[in-house]
């Protein structure tokens, strides 16, 4: 009986011998196909990732939104709500799709081999990227025109001689008296038209310029230089009339200096964001020096960090906070699994993650004080409080600092570091999510378009370049508002929750943890299985219920938009969204067999998931290979005890027999 077990199990050990060495050669044959494809890029300094993604995350919304938020929402108390949602949102997400990303070495679609049933959230993911791209290059085209005009001895946004001056045009911020109402920018800015309970999931234009509305009231020459020159803004919608050909140069120029950073792929951006991701650092750092010298500067100060506590009991500042996160750190968005992708396999993703959401977040609040200590120089100018001066958006970056630049000594001077430091912000975000679609691409078809790399971003470039002129007409601004305000904001995190549920729950947090320790040669804190599981979707769902509360009909400058023009938001917001469901149930119809055997096909990672260089693959074959071997020799342990227990009692019948 036992040489007959004895001869099962050695069959057994055979047989699993037979399989591994079949999914070896499996595995082998996978290896040999990608060899034939050009080899994919990767990054070739040690620093090349981290700067590009403290680039790409820390965006315009850092120096635009973020002081403002911060001000109005309590002051140095919004720092807790926002470190706190830093810690249970923005880093755990962050260290999810680095790590993945990095694991693969694939972009936002290919990398979902590992779970082919939600290919559709790497689809909605280059789909948020593809349609931001198109105005976020808009924004960098103003900075740049601004940047042009910055250079000349007189700042064309400090005098009221100009074409496009009204006899409403004062100069000087002291010269605009409006006593009949209330919390008012001194520029007739739009904090009246910031509506705090509807408008704030536009992530650039919930503050914006109250220009043309005025009618027969003053306006600042700044003011009336953004309105009536950069936009020549229509009444509405409706009227869209002409391209702005300043503008059409501008853009042009942007995306003529995309296209040059990114046709080589890696190898140039890496080279390029040594320069670009520290540029602006520094400029920040002259302007507050500068700042801080001038009059009024540490009232600004004051209002910005001193902590209104009381604040903290509505549940609009939570909800604020958890925002900034969600967008400023970039979850959802691609560009993150992206620029992991080309990294090393044995690269430290655990202290890079760490890392950069909280530069990210650090630069936010330092560029807090940059902004407030010039908000405070413009109220003591203008004989008045920061409350009147502060604002966000556009009518910050566009009306209200130029115009305090504007008083300062060799102004020109602080003009052009101001534009250059946005341009150089703006570009570094524009970088990563222009990668993210066109390596979508590369990755999905390799042997058909990785040779083609040069004309694919060529390509990309156009095409997005096409879709955004007309937001450069005199209308464009009401046409870019409506993107920004549905396409950033709740189909994020409802790509975000369904990435971290599948990722955590389907693929496993589990196998998870042995692909990073397989990277990292350890595993990490134990606590990311309940972030990943628990806390982290738990905070997802509550940020998505929070923005769809909150989300009001597009307004701009408080006049309301037709319905067609509503309707074309919605769908430009669901749009990123439909591919989850569309490509899961496709899937399903397509698969053969069983319902159950359909979902365990299509949730089991396919052949070719897994690193990409040949060593590194066959480390993972032999991890999974150790896992199964662990199981079958546990198995044969219970075996052997069983026998032994069972061996025992025919023994003890034998003597009581012979007794």
Not at 65 to 74: E, M, V
Request: neutral net charge; hydrophobic residues 45%; aromatic residues 14%.
């Amino acid at each position: 009986m036992k040489d007959l077990e004895f001869t099962l199990d050695i069959a057994k050990m055979k047989k699993e011998d037979a399989e591994s060495s079949k999914s070896c050669s499996s595995d082998d044959s996978i290896v040999q196909q990608k060899k034939k494809i050009q080899e994919r890029d990767g990054w070739k300094g040690r620093l090349d990732f981290i700067m590009t993604c403290i680039g790409y995350a820390v965006g315009l919304g850092n120096i635009w939104r973020f002081p403002y938020l911060c001000y109005k929402s309590g002051g140095g108390a919004f720092f807790i709500p926002y470190v706190m949602f830093l810690v249970l949102c923005g880093v755990p997400l962050f260290f999810l799709e680095a790590s993945y990303g990095q694991f693969s070495s694939l972009s936002p679609i290919s990398v979902w081999r590992m779970c082919p049933l939600f290919k559709g959230v790497g689809v909605g993911m280059v789909m948020v990227s593809a349609i931001v791209c198109i105005y976020y290059n808009v924004i960098v085209a103003w900075t740049l025109y601004f940047l042009y005009m910055s250079f000349r001895a007189v700042l064309p946004w400090s005098t009221c001689d100009n074409d496009w001056n009204t006899e409403n045009c004062v100069v000087g911020i002291g010269n605009i008296h409006n006593p009949t109402r209330g919390n008012v920018s001194a520029f007739s800015l739009g904090n009246s038209t910031y509506n705090d309970t509807s408008n704030t999931n536009s992530t650039f234009f919930n503050g914006t310029v109250a220009a043309t509305a005025l009618v027969g009231k003053k306006m600042s020459a700044s003011e009336e230089f953004w309105t009536r020159h950069v936009l020549e803004i229509t009444e509405g919608i409706n009227n869209p009339g002409t391209i702005r050909w300043q503008l059409l140069i501008c853009l042009t120029l942007a995306w003529v200096t995309v296209f040059l950073c990114l046709f080589k792929g890696v190898k140039v951006l890496g080279k390029v964001m040594h320069f670009a991701a520290p540029f602006p650092y520094l400029v920040l750092l002259v302007l507050l020096i500068r700042g801080v010298t001038l009059p009024g500067a540490v009232n600004g100060i004051k209002f910005y960090i001193l902590p209104k506590w009381e604040r903290l009991a509505d549940y609009q500042v939570w909800g604020d906070a958890a925002l900034q996160i969600f967008y400023s750190v970039g979850m959802a968005w691609g560009g993150i699994i992206t620029m992991a992708s080309y990294n090393r396999f044995s690269n430290n993703i655990y202290r890079d993650a760490m890392l950069v959401p909280i530069i990210n977040c650090s630069t936010s609040i330092f560029a807090g004080f940059v902004i407030f200590s010039i908000l405070g120089f413009m109220a003591e100018s203008a004989n008045t409080t920061v409350e009147n001066v502060v604002s966000q958006g556009p009518g910050l970056t566009f009306v209200a600092y130029p115009e305090a630049v504007a008083n300062l000594p060799i102004s020109p001077m602080w003009a052009v570091l101001f534009f250059l430091m946005l341009f150089t912000i703006g570009l570094d975000s524009q970088f990563g999510m222009v990668e993210t679609c066109i390596s979508a691409f590369l990755d999905e078809y390799p042997h058909l378009l990785r040779k083609k790399r040069t004309l694919i971003c060529f390509l990309a470039c156009l095409f997005e370049f096409l879709l955004g002129l007309p937001c450069i007409t005199q209308g464009g601004i009401y046409v870019l508002q409506i993107m920004d305000w549905y396409c950033a904001s709740f189909s994020l995190m409802l790509i975000s929750l369904t990435e971290c549920l599948a990722i955590a729950w389907i693929y496993g947090t589990e196998r998870f943890y042995k692909d990073i320790e397989l990277m990292l040669g350890y595993k990490p804190h134990a606590i990311w299985h309940i972030m990943w599981r628990y806390i982290t979707p738990t905070i997802i769902l509550g940020i998505w219920l929070f923005s769809v509360i909150t989300l009001g009909p597009v307004t701009y400058d408080g006049r309301a938009y037709p319905e067609w023009a509503i309707v074309f938001g919605w769908c430009l917001g669901v749009a990123s969204m439909l591919p989850i469901p569309i490509i899961a149930i496709t899937s399903f119809i397509c698969s053969e067999g069983t319902l159950c055997e359909r979902w365990n096909k299509l949730t089991t990672p396919l052949e070719s998931w897994g690193p990409s260089q040949p060593e590194d693959r066959e480390r993972y074959h032999a991890s999974l290979s150790h896992s199964k071997s662990g199981t079958f020799m546990e198995i044969i342990d219970s075996v052997q005890k069983a026998e032994e227990e069972n061996a025992s009692t025919p023994f003890i019948d034998k003597v009581k027999m012979s007794s």
